[in-house]
């Protein structure tokens, strides 16, 4: 995050956001029982599909405070300051999150009922693995993760999509969002391309251009993560003059029929081709157009909100990072102690939820008070 600190809806929503992501995560659990438990499945399905927006959510405050990066800061210096602040917490996390997962699931709870994964995986070789592979990729102990791999490649192209906002006009940003826009049905055209006839490329079934030699199609450049950072600087820079009854009669049903796509859709896919995860992600891409119904409201909404900004609203929010960070080994705790069937499902995946982001902001608020702890959690 930046330095323009206590911004009031900034903070909260970094809170909400955080908390979906943990929320999600919880959720995790119950969609993978599938057919093993199909209200389980269900339940997990339509509480996590609200949770999607989340991510989308974090990368556009992350425009919002970075954006417009000063013009006497170059990009070696926001390289510095931006990636060389996540690196260590990156290697760190890496590290530790494999490590208590190991010690949770092969000596703590080795019986654990988690459809997620199988104890019999964590064995001290797979370790072993682990503990260096993170320089290729992230693995499942470390799922959350991704999106520091992600957020990099974001804070590489910033100064350079920064440097084009400043001097772009209204027209000229709403063209390439216009654009940026037709790329979010992209992952729904990959889906019906075979129904059609598509065979692919070579084998390669990648649209546009895209084949074995070559994995940058039409829209490689203008698709993804970077739309949303451009949509946040335009709504920032051209905030929207609507009423809060404009706001409710275009951003309640857009919100409403995102999730009905995405929650819905998930589960006629799931039907139609059951355990196939390429094809059951697509209906929770952070990048397709149904999640993006979802999330513009919820920005939207919260950008006209009038939340003045408070010490302690903003020493809450400076703790989403570490709790980002640290939370995914407490939600299969958490999971495994409200799996009882006294509790309803929806009830185990809230209690779940709120064990799992208290226990990681009381972890986060001790490891920020030690300057030696308090940068891996910053």
């Known amino acids: 995050m930046s330095e323009k600190h206590n911004i009031g809806w900034i903070d909260?929503?970094?809170?909400?956001?955080?908390?979906?992501?943990?929320?999600?995560?919880?959720?995790?659990?119950?969609v993978a029982q599938f057919d093993n438990n199909r209200e389980m499945f269900l339940t997990g399905v339509f509480a996590g599909s609200l949770t999607r927006p989340c991510v989308?959510?974090?990368?556009?405050?992350?425009?919002?405070?970075?954006l417009p990066i000063k013009n006497e800061e170059s990009a070696a210096s926001f390289y510095k300051k931006r990636i060389g602040r996540i690196a260590i917490p990156l290697v760190f996390w890496s590290i530790a999150l494999p490590v208590l997962t190991y010690i949770y699931f092969a000596h703590i709870n080795p019986?654990?009922?988690?459809?997620q994964l199988s104890a019999d995986a964590y064995t001290a070789a797979s370790l072993t693995d682990k503990l260096y592979t993170f320089i290729f990729n992230f693995n499942f102990d470390t799922t959350p993760l991704w999106y520091l791999y992600m957020l990099i490649g974001l804070y590489i192209i910033m100064p350079i999509v920064g440097s084009w906002l400043q001097q772009a006009t209204k027209k000229d940003i709403r063209t390439v969002l216009y654009i940026w826009g037709a790329t979010l049905f992209m992952p729904y055209i990959s889906m019906v391309a075979p129904m059609l006839g598509y065979t692919g490329n070579y084998g390669n079934m990648g649209l546009l251009g895209?084949?074995?030699?070559?994995?940058?199609?039409?829209?490689?450049?203008?698709?993804?993560?970077?739309?949303y950072v451009i949509l946040a600087y335009y709504l920032n820079r051209y905030?929207?003059?609507?009423s809060w009854q404009k706001i409710a009669t275009v951003c309640t049903p857009l919100f409403l029929l995102g999730y009905a796509i995405t929650s819905i859709g998930y589960i006629i896919t799931n039907n139609y081709f059951p355990g196939n995860y390429a094809y059951l992600e697509i209906l929770w891409y952070f990048t397709g157009i149904n999640v993006f119904m979802m999330t513009f409201p919820i920005f939207v909404i919260f950008r006209k909100l009038s939340?003045?900004?408070s010490k302690r609203l903003s020493q809450m929010a400076s703790l989403t990072f570490g709790i980002y960070l640290c939370h995914f080994v407490f939600t299969f705790i958490s999971y495994d102690i409200f799996d009882t069937a006294a509790l309803p499902y929806l009830l185990r995946i809230?209690?779940?939820?709120?064990?799992?982001?208290t226990v990681s902001a009381c972890l986060v608020w001790v490891m920020s008070k030690n300057k030696a702890t308090k940068i891996l959690i910053k």
């Open 210 to 227: 895209v084949c074995d030699w070559n994995v940058y199609g039409t829209f490689y450049y203008i698709s993804g993560f970077v739309g």
């Open 12 to 30: 909260v929503l970094r809170i909400a956001a955080c908390f979906m992501v943990v929320f999600a995560h919880c959720c995790d659990p119950f």
């Open 56 to 66: 989308p959510l974090f990368v556009m405050m992350t425009a919002v405070l970075l």
């Open 111 to 115: 019986e654990t009922q988690n459809m």
């Open 307 to 309: 939340i003045k900004p």
């Open 350 to 357: 809230i209690l779940a939820t709120a064990t799992t982001f």
């Open 239 to 242: 905030p929207l003059e609507w």
